[in-house]
């Protein structure tokens, strides 16, 4: 079940879009780096508020420099909020230093997904990494991958924006 929340969230850019996860209703959500247009306090206020368990970054360190928010994953656990801070290079699928990343914190962000939690997946618009990421978990959590890109567009319309990108969602094989 695809859902689109218009609760005012000017500095994400946008309502949180997000998708619900099998019958414990988990919910994936998707947006722009927090602190990009707004403060990242509001941002990651507004963020606690939908009701996340968890953030995850998509961005890299220098990425995060040069929005001004390199105090992000700080910002996040103050919110008593799980951070997974794994980088992907814009435009690009995820790589193998991400694979690593994925393969020690993968399981626990699924596990959140299928015990009813929220998820809010972030790169720097919330559209080509954080897309392809929510697409993989939902391939990983049993969907088709063509039903999953289909899904993430759905709610955050341009996401997965390359190639690159929607191959590797097609790649993905289900896991638990």
């Not at 306090?41 to 961005?59: C, I, P, S, Y």
């Not at 997974?84 to 993968?106: C, I, K, N």
């Not at 341009?158 to 929607?166: D, P, T």
Request: charged share 20%.
């Amino acid at each position: 079940m695809e859902r689109d929340e218009n609760r005012s969230t000017a500095g994400l850019g946008v309502g949180l879009p997000f998708i619900e996860v099998g019958p414990s209703r988990g919910r994936i959500a998707l947006g722009a780096c927090p602190g990009k247009v707004a403060s990242l306090v509001e941002d990651l206020d507004r963020v606690a508020h939908w009701g996340a368990a968890a953030v995850v970054t998509l961005l890299g360190d220098d990425e995060l420099n040069a929005l001004r928010v390199p105090q992000l994953g700080a910002a996040v656990r103050e919110r008593s909020l799980a951070w997974y801070h794994l980088p992907v290079r814009d435009m690009s699928a995820p790589s193998r230093t991400f694979e690593e990343g994925w393969r020690q914190h993968g399981a626990a962000i699924r596990s959140l997904l299928l015990s009813g939690s929220a998820v809010f997946l972030h790169c720097n618009l919330g559209l080509g990494r954080a897309g392809t990421l929510a697409a993989r978990l939902l391939v990983e959590l049993g969907w088709q991958p063509a039903e999953a890109i289909q899904a993430v567009r759905k709610v955050r319309p341009g996401a997965i924006q390359s190639r690159a990108q929607e191959r590797h969602v097609l790649g993905v094989q289900h896991r638990r």
